[in-house]
Structures are given as structure tokens and as C-alpha cells.
């Protein structure tokens, strides 16, 4: 037998006899493809993607990666520009640099859920895939610092002449590459996955990153470093802290635009940021030596943390969102 | 009722070796090495038996993951996940579009909606694109597969999928997912939920040929008056934005999108990797200019 919807009559109380036809479109609404919804129905509102897993072990990653990056970006930049005394941030940053690559690949290695295949990384080569590039970006930063940090350690111990300092200065300019990458690859990591507090802003991630790190590695080389070391370094920290103010201030309305409601709580890296400028505008304005040294090391270390804070929020939160439905659902909605 | 001739061969019930291209006669396709494949699923003739959910875990050796209801209608799979390659919605339409409790049926059991959900496989497929070790790779059937002895469980696979298919196993610490029975493909068979399928709602074959058949049904529904009925997935449907070209596996729908837990227009997350890589990029470079200029002039005045 051949069923026919429009030939079967249905009759409901108090109404003529209806064909199917008007009664799936009474209870059932016009197409979907054009109906014009107020908010996106959900499945028992299920979430409708797998959040990630990530939690501290890759957001600390993820710091220690953008300060050790940026170390050696300003490694470069005080080899290059700085006074006499700027040597000594430029051995600092190297140090660092490769003490940061040291501790944030085991911190992935382990965060994987079959550690014993790491090297399986190395197999391919991914352009479509941030964390493939920032495998080999790992690895060439971690080498060439490695290096870096021998031709530092050499020069230090009083065995190297002025060609080996040649030669520290030149490899200074492909860590410096390889570190600006460690600094934002990260934030193209989130970016590119379907979470919606990520996807919805991947540039604004990786700019909030890219000011974060250059912020922390100014302040992580201003611990402990002389006065003079500290006079560039902490204008460096408070013009990266201002960039990243004003992307964390505009970055909840960019997350709306894009259907996400959810935004991240990031109070306490907004704080960070504030304090580094205020910090070092009293100190323009009034005078470095009005303000006590101790001060400079509370900020730097306030700038350190809000670097880790704003990357463990965000992958928070970021998980947290791929659990509404709705934020996805918003945002995947073709505009 | 239509039979291949060539299943006249094989009339016992009880065969003593595989027979050969048998998609042939249970799917009406030989399946050859080039070609692209996938599964067409036509929810309007699925009646949420979830043999396919049973004959998928039994081929494919997958644990029973939640044997009670969820309360959330006939559903106890929930979603689709490490051991679930295929999950069945139930939604109950018991509501009119104004709000109020429907007080009658349109006929047909309208008020249900039941869909056999599975990995799209689709094209390109983000999980693919996200897997920095090879694990994921594109057979020859231009399907997704996971390859287990390489996958080291990094997950970047989880949050890159745009339906949340692909699901690291804390069991093993790999990523599992559907593999349109790739076993089976290679000895010429049906997969196993097309197979099982008792109404045809899910449909194995040549994406060319399934398209085809389709558009057919749904033109046929329209005529029949479902004009709610469309594509998902499809080249020309509903179901992918910006980069997703199409999904292998496709779907006919009759509700919005998201009552299926499926969003309308997801993108290729890798789109979003080369701006997100420049922006970083370039904030790094011009604070390294600005940093430059601080250090120059601070060299100046001392």
C-alpha cells in the first residue's frame, strides 16, 4: 500500500476536516530553513561538541612558553638597542629561554594520554594544525636555545673571544623568530577548534597572548636585575600590559557579537595589567627613585601570575563553553 | 519483492566464506578503492529501534556504555563518543510552535522525531586537520579513520570536531571514533548500521548515487506536503559555513537543525589558524619595535 498524507482527512473537535498537510504545518511550524528563530532549540540541552581536556598542566605550558619566548624576542631587542648594561638582560633572557623550554615540553609530554608516544609529533608535519606547528616550534626553539644558552654559559665562564659573541649574536635573531612564535602559537591553537569562546575570537586571542607575553618576559627579567636593567624593562612590561588591557576590555562584547554569552571571568588579570601601568606612570611622573624597589618586584610578579591566570581561565572557560549548546549554536548560525 | 540475481547463488543460511562484493546485494553498490562512499540518513524513516547502535557496538567490539533510560525520552546512549559510533535522538514534539501542548496528532506519528546520528566524515574534516601525529588519515574510500597504534591521546582531535563525534578514550588514552566500517569496505562489505537498518533510514553508497537519491526523496516529500523536510550535509544543504565543503554523511531533517544537537552552519576550524598565527605575529613584532625604541632611548640618556 502507498501512503498519501494530503489524501487522509483529519478532523479534530469544533473544525472542519483538515488534510495532513495543514495539520503538520500547524504543529510543526514553515520550513526550518527559513524560519526566523529568537534562540536555537537544543537537545535536552545536551552539549553539542567534546570540550577539550585541557586544564593546568597546558595552560601553565602555555605561559612558560609565552615567557620564554618572549625572552629571547627581548634578548634580541637589548642586544640590539640596548645600553652597556643591557648585557645582562641579554644573558638572563637566553638562560631563561631554555630553562622555560626545558620545563614546558614534559608539561605537554604529560599531559598526553599516552605519554610514551610523544615522538609520533614528529612524524608528520600538519600546516593545517597548530599544535603540529608548534611542535616543530617547541622543538627548533628549545634547540636553538639550548645552543644559545651553551655559547652564553662558554662566553660567561670567560673561555669565549669576540667571535663566539659574533656568533651568540647572530643565533639571537632566529631565537627571537622562533620565540615570537612560542609567544601567539598558542592562542592560534584555541582559535582553531569549534569552541565556541575560542573560535569566536581567535585573533583576539592570540593578540591578548602576544601582549601577555611580551609583559611577563619584560617583568620575569626585571626580578632581581639591576636598576638601570630595570628603567627599559619596565616600560616595555607596562606598554604590553596597556595593549593587553585594552583587548581584554573589548574582548567580552567581541565574544557577543559573536553568539557567545558565557565570557570569561578574567577580573584578576585586568588587576595585573592595571597595576603594571599605574606602577610605571607614578614612576615617570614622580620619579623612579620615589617609588621603592620592592614595588617593582610586587608588579613584575603580579604581571608573571596574570600571564598564567589569563591562559588557565580562558582554557576554563573555554571548555566550559563548548558545553552550551546555545553559544555554539549561536555562533554557528550563518550571519 | 526486488532481489540482486546474484543472491540466487547464495540461497543457505549458513555461508562457509564471505561472499564476495556482497554490499552488491544487500546495498546495490560494489565497493572499489578511488571511489567516495557515505551514509545518507532519512530521519523521516527512522522508527528509533537503534539496531544500527547494536549491530555498530557488535562489529565494531564496542562496550555497552549506559544500559539504563536518561530521561531524556528513549535515548540511553546520549551522545556519540569513544564507544558510541552511533547514537539515535529521540525527540517528542508535544508542543505546537506557539508554546502550548499539541492536542493532536498529525498523522503518521509526526510528533516524533528519531535520527540515527554518526561521524559525517566530512570534507575536509577538522579532526583530520587538527592531528598532529597521522592517526587520523583519509582512506581510499574518502572516509576519516583513527588509527590507534599511532594516535598518542594529545586530544586536539576533541575540541577541533564541529559535532562533537571524535572522543579520547581514558580506557586506553586513544581517540576512537566511526570508521564507516573501513574493515568491512575493504572485503566488500556493507557497513554494519546500513545493513542492520530494518526501514533503510540509513543508506550506504556512492556519494554521486546517494545524492541523487536525495534529492528524489525529498522532492518527493515536498510533494507529499512535509515541505518542513530538507537537506543536511549535503553539497547544496544546510550544515556547513565557511570551508566545510560537505559532510560524507549526510542527512534529511525536518526540524531546525539544533533539535538534533546539529548546528546549522559549523566551519573548518583551521580557517581560523593562519589569521590567529598572524595577529599573534605581528602584536609580537611591533611591541619588539616599541621595545626598541624604549631600550634606544634609554641607552641615549644614560
Redesign the interface.
Known sequence: MTLQPDSVAVSAPGEGSRTGREVARRHLGPSPVTAPLAEPPTYYGQPALKASFYGWKVSTYMAVAGLAGSAQVLSLVAQTAGAAHDAETVRRGRYLAVAGAVLGAPLLIIDLHTPRRFYNMLRIFRPTSPMSIGTYVLTGFGAVSAALAAVQARLDGGRGGPALERIGAAMQFPAAALGAAMSTYTGALLGATSTPLWAAAPRTIAVLFGGSAMAGGAAVLSLGAGQAERRALGRVEALASGLELLVLLRFPRRLRQQGVRTPPALGPVLLAAASSITHQLTKEIAGADRVPPWVDAVVATGVIAGGFLLRHLLLRAGNRSAEQPRDYFRFTRPR | MKMHPRAAEYPDSFLATPIPDEAELTAGVKIAAGKRYGFFTDTTLCIGCKACEVACKEWNLLPADNLGLRG?SY?NS??L?ATTWRHV?F?E?IR??QGSP???M???Q??WLMMSDVCKHCSPA?CL???????LFRTEFDTVVVQQD???????C???????????S?D???AHKCTLCYDRLKGGLEPACAKSCPTDSIQFGELEELHRRADRRLASLHE?????A?LYGAPDG?GH?DGLRELNAFFL???????????????R??N??G???A???A???A??V???????S??RQ?
Open positions: 531524556t535515548d546520549g551522545d563518543g535522538h525527540i514534539h505546537d510552535p499539541a492536542t493532536e498529525p498523522p503518521f509526526s510528533n577538522p586537520e587538527a592531528c598532529p601525529t597521522g592517526a599511532i594516535c598518542n591521546g594529545c586530544g586536539y576533541m575540541p577541533a570536531c564541529p559535532f562533537g563525534v571524535v572522543e579520547v581514558l586506553d588514552g586513544k507529499k506536503g512535509v515541505d518542513r530538507y544546510l559555513g531533517l525536518t526540524a531546525p537543525p539544533e533539535t538534533y544537537n546539529l548546528p546549522q552552519a559549523p566551519t576550524p583551521a581560523r589558524a589569521p590567529a598565527l595577529a599573534g605575529l602584536t609580537v613584532a611591541l619588539a616599541a621595545a626598541f625604541g624604549l631600550f634606544a634609554d641607552r644614560t
